[in-house]
């Protein structure tokens, strides 16, 4: 069995987030933007993999943005991504992410388990309940207006997803969602389940975050406002005798200089953005989703063009560790790491900024 290093309780985690969708998290028109080709998320893998990062993250994407690049038109579906990159590395978690409302749990239940023994143990699953509506639209499924009655799909999705994983006679399900007759699930997850993840903003979709995933994935927008967040995730999944970390999503621009990196994003993320497109997405966010404050929509929209709302680390080594510190000390157990190009850019920050990390004790050298 092999360690799966988001289940590392002592360690502050850095992950990738979004390398199976084209662009990346940048909404940009630069030519240098990311390409997602399988042999690039093959290589981003293995640095990530070598350099002792913790976890891969991808989005589950079916409809583009539009837009001049039509940002996420091009998406690598995540269980196929996931299980390729699981045999092509060692060490690192990677994460399949799926919509409750587009894959049958029974289905899941037996892909999880088989990409975990793939890994032997390295695999995860983040849970969607659902928001992009234009993607249901083009599955041909209404998708429920309120939170409430997607959450509660999703909970008994979950909960028909874990027993599957724990039973191991057949048996019979007659939920409201879900009917099954005979059913069984082998093989099994190498640890009987794996780490589940769910992004949630509504207070459905935190009840359900800290009823059942080990880590609830949210954005910072103000860090001060983020650390009283951070609190109540933890108190009320306490309050439901679990030990939930919440880790959020960054935006990196590293360079040797001040003015090298302000310079960068600039060009990206505001000469070359593709406005058209981060519009689309965050109108569509702010029609269906709680992920992101509804009353921070003028600095949300820029930092959905320069990294899909992720708070932005944008500066030298030091000012990008020191960026990572506040977030540690805001209460957060991890970071979410977006490049325009990953495998370009990823090797200064693995040399310049991880070292000082462990140095400051955020993170122990791997």
Known sequence: ????????????????????????????????????????????AQLADDAGCDFILP????????????FHGNVLETMAWSAGLLALTKKISVIATMHTAFNHPVVIAKQIATIDQISHGRAGLNIVCGWNKPEYD???????????????????????????????EAFDWDGKYFHAKG????????????PIINAAGSGEGREFATRNANFLFTPAIDLERSKGEVIEIKEKAAAKGRDVDVITLTTIVCRPTQKEADDYLKYYADDNADWEAVDNLVNLQFAHAQSFPHDLLALIRDRFAAGHGGY????????????IEEIYEAGFGGVTLAFVDYVKEFPYFRDEVMPLLEKRGIRKAR
């Not at 932005?312 to 960026?323: F, I, M, N, R």
């Open 1 to 44: 069995m092999a360690e799966n290093l988001m289940l590392d309780k002592e360690q502050f985690k850095i992950g990738f987030f979004s390398p199976n969708c084209s662009g990346g998290m940048a909404v940009t028109k630069v030519p240098e933007r990311w390409v997602n080709s399988w042999d690039n998320n093959v290589a981003l």
């Open 59 to 70: 989005i589950a994407r079916w409809i583009g943005y539009g837009g001049a690049t039509n």
């Open 138 to 168: 083009a599955m041909g499924i209404d998708m429920p207006d309120d939170h409430e009655t997607r959450y509660a799909y999703g909970e008994e999705w979950y909960q028909l997803v874990k027993k599957l994983w724990t039973e191991e």
């Open 183 to 194: 059913v069984y699930g082998n093989p099994k997850p190498v640890r009987g389940s794996v």
């Open 312 to 323: 932005p680390l944008v500066g030298t080594p030091e000012v990008v560790a020191d960026g």
